[in-house]
């Protein structure tokens, strides 16, 4: 990928030193210091090799425009968005560029209540990024500070949560870290809950690559499958590079994948905090089913973390997330959160001694499930119009195209990360379910 980034009012991402520079990284963030006015910015950062040249940048922007930048080092997502929420702070930017490789970098814009930026603030940067910035003077630029403690803060806010139990049957589990932000978090929340652990992939290479495909799902996750049948752990625990999404790996190293994290965490904190799901329109019906088990409805919002968040405040939900490993919880905090998401199955094991997470795994109807995406840079109105000439009028349009079938659903949608369109659909029979993707790789190959 080469010329411009990607630019929306959530951030800024593209391919470090070819369409994503310094110049854009300083750029954006003094946007978004005129936005959030002068104040504390958190700023915090993954492990990629260009993540203290974009820090510094993100810095000097915020600095010339009067914010002080309130730098936290190496931490993940979900930190930066609690620090955000601490009085004197006006909003966070985590330099990240999540589950993209190594070579990849982006800015996420948090707002002072630790959520990703809403609409009407989104809409604002937008206009503030065509306009000239209007950069202080040497009495009044900002002053850079660092802040300690952050990740020993989160973790003592989720030990705080009412359903987590921190004592108990003696567990072991694999955490790969896939070289990421969240290493220190997860080992340092496994310690405070007496559980044993060994980490995977710790580092990052030399040359700033990931040691395994940097999304945690069922195909990059072989290796921690493989150690935690060789330690004989309870679970092993996978990892994107800012931390904020978990995939899950059961006993005896049976990868059951990212879609069972939302479910699990569903499963154990209904019962105690019973109250209306939020999902969004990519997640598995397993999410679906964790909640009629409770009986809790169910609903779904257009992707993205923002979304889910502002329909769970409207419904007054206790938790959510996401089917790619993103559990929300607002009792902690309005944010995917690896942490919440761990927490919930140690808690889970403890609480049932007598269980193994296989086979509470198995305790749910079989699903089949295709993630697929294709390389697509054209405008996806065309493409609409070519996809329902194939499927039809869609069930849902609020986020791309959603379909319904007698057997389970599909989704089709431009991604809002990278220059592809996605296909994610479920079945309860996947003949139907192939049949349909298969027909979605013709219908963009035709419309390209």
């Known amino acids: 990928m080469a010329g411009k980034p990607i630019v929306s009012g959530s951030g800024i991402r593209g391919v470090f030193g070819e369409s994503f520079t310094v110049f854009d990284a300083a750029a954006f963030a003094a946007a978004f210091g005129e936005l959030v006015g002068p104040g504390g910015v958190v700023v915090g950062r993954d492990t990629r090799r260009s993540g203290p040249a974009v820090e510094a940048a993100v810095c000097a922007g915020l600095m010339a425009v009067g914010c002080s930048p309130v730098i936290l080092g190496v931490v993940p997502t979900p930190t930066v968005q609690l620090e955000a929420m601490e009085p004197g702070i006006a909003g966070g930017i985590a330099v990240t560029s999540s589950h993209n490789p190594g070579c990849w970098n982006a800015l996420k814009l948090v707002g002072p209540d630790g959520v990703f930026l809403r609409a009407a603030a989104r809409e604002r940067l937008m206009e503030l990024l065509e306009r000239p ?251 609409e119009k070519a996809v329902e000439s194939g499927f039809g009028i869609p069930d849902d349009r609020r986020d791309g195209l959603w379909y319904r079938r007698d057997w389970g659903w599909f989704h089709i949608r431009k991604s809002g990360t990278e220059p592809v369109v996605r296909f994610i659909g479920e079945s309860r029979d996947g003949a139907s379910l192939e049949a349909c993707s298969e027909t979605f790789r013709k219908v963009v190959s035709c419309a390209e």
């Open 133 to 383: 910035r209007v950069f202080r003077g040497s009495s009044d630029c900002g002053l850079p500070s660092r802040l300690d403690g952050s990740i020993e803060r989160h973790v003592d806010r989720v030990l705080a949560l009412p359903w987590v139990v921190s004592r108990g049957r003696g567990l072991k589990v694999v955490l790969d870290v896939t070289g990421g932000a969240a290493a220190r978090l997860a080992s340092t929340l496994m310690d405070a809950m007496g559980v044993e652990w060994v980490m995977i992939h710790p580092d990052i290479s030399p040359a700033g690559e990931f040691p395994r495909v940097a999304e945690p799902t069922v195909e990059s996750l072989s290796d921690l499958a493989e150690s935690v049948r060789l330690h004989g752990a309870d679970a092993g625990f996978g990892f994107d590079p800012d931390g904020d999404r978990l995939a899950l790996v059961a006993d005896g190293g049976l990868l059951i994948g990212e879609e069972y994290t939302l479910a699990l965490a569903l499963d154990h904190i209904l019962p105690r905090m019973p109250g209306p799901v939020v999902i969004n329109l990519s997640t598995s019906m397993l999410s679906e089913e964790a909640a009629a088990r409770h009986g809790c409805p169910v609903h779904r919002s257009p992707v993205g973390e923002v979304n889910v968040v502002e329909e769970m405040e409207r419904l007054g939900s206790p938790i959510g997330g996401e089917g790619n490993g993103g559990v929300i919880h607002p009792a902690c905090h309005s944010g995917r959160d690896s942490a919440v998401a761990m927490a919930a199955v140690i808690s889970m094991l403890r609480d049932n001694p007598g269980t193994t997470l296989s086979a509470w795994a198995g305790s749910f109807s079989g699903f089949s499930m295709i993630k697929d995406k294709v390389p697509f840079p054209g405008s996806f109105e065309g493409l």
